[in-house]
């Protein structure tokens, strides 16, 4: 059997043995309820795959001192019973990660997003966070992660780049994840569909070719110490109606159906994002101001010198197991 792990996902496949085929319509991961999780979308005739998020299909999340493991099975018991008197088969899988480990082995800032269109050209998006709401001094690439404090502002920037004049930066969504994988079944919803949805966000002052907010930090439920900011952001012709930018917060997506110009007056909508921000975790130590907490004493950095967890293959039994956007149309 083989075990691959990366950032967010964790894959195991093995040859379909005489016991594994015998038991086939029976077997199942931990959660077995979401349909993404159905052993059959990835097996093969001789092979049996399993593929999932860090955080799904009952992966469990533990830790000591030094590493983070996810471990999930692939088992035959019945998940509705707790306790069986058949010989039930399980395989048990796991993946570690370090918490300690060299930066450069680490995540890295995202350099700025290029695109080309016809009748825009060549343009770019570039997203940064900054230490203060006077988006003056930009946080240096070579701190990420970055450590925040639960609450804490943090400060962010959106800047688009073009040889075109008369163009506007329009960022439609925003939504935070727990890894750098931005159609993460586990998600926060900051902006959607241009509104507002984050009650601690604010927006502050910039060109047309700039997005400046800021928001509290926060933290997911469970194990998870990172957060991913990613957005939906495209530019349009500035004065012409009718175009995305010029409609502001809505709530449907019936834009999307009107009739497109020869010369089009907006760009698609490209998804970015940046981070991670890495949650301090701590009882006495808090945030002293609205700066970021940029120390250099990077730790925890999950996903660097992957190691995948020993399989375990066995047949048993079954144990007991400042300037608000509106926050909807009414406002």
Not at 133 to 141: L, T
Request: charge should be neutral; hydrophobic fraction near 30%; glycine fraction near 6%.
């Amino acid at each position: 059997a083989v075990v691959t792990c990366n950032e967010t996902t964790l894959k195991v496949e093995m040859v379909k043995t005489y016991t594994i085929r015998r038991n086939e319509d029976k077997l199942h991961l931990n959660d077995f309820t979401d349909p993404s999780c159905n052993l059959k979308s990835h097996s093969n005739e001789t092979h049996l795959v399993a593929i999932m998020g860090l955080g799904e299909c009952g992966t469990r999340v533990e830790e000591d001192n030094d590493n983070i493991y996810f471990r999930n099975e692939i088992t035959s018991a019945d998940p509705d019973q707790i306790i069986s008197r058949h010989h039930d088969v399980e395989i048990a899988f796991s993946c570690s990660f370090p918490k300690r480990a060299n930066l450069t082995l680490g995540f890295r800032h995202k350099n700025p997003y290029a695109f080309n269109e016809k009748g825009f050209g060549s343009f770019n998006f570039q997203f940064e966070f900054f230490q203060s709401q006077r988006f003056s001094e930009q946080v240096d690439a070579s701190s990420y992660p970055m450590e925040v404090y639960l609450k804490q502002m943090i400060f962010m920037q959106i800047e688009a780049t073009t040889s075109i004049p008369n163009t506007e930066l329009f960022v439609e969504s925003c939504r935070a994840t727990p890894y750098d994988n931005p159609n993460s079944r586990i998600s926060y919803t900051i902006i959607e569909n241009g509104c507002v949805k984050d009650r601690t966000l604010q927006i502050y002052p910039g060109s047309k070719s700039q997005f400046r907010f800021g928001m509290e930090a926060f933290e997911f439920i469970g194990a998870y110490e990172e957060v991913y900011i990613t957005c939906s952001v495209l530019l349009c012709e500035i004065g012409i109606p009718g175009t995305r930018c010029s409609q502001g917060c809505i709530r449907s997506n019936s834009w999307n159906n009107r009739r497109k110009r020869d010369a089009p007056a907006e760009t698609r909508s490209h998804s970015i994002s940046q981070g991670p921000l890495h949650l301090v975790r701590t009882t006495d130590t808090k945030a002293t101001g609205p700066s970021l907490n940029l120390g250099l004493n990077l730790v925890f950095i999950i996903g660097c010198l992957l190691a995948c967890g020993v399989v375990i293959y066995r047949s048993r039994r079954a144990k007991a197991k400042y300037q608000k956007l509106p926050m909807s149309e009414t406002d």
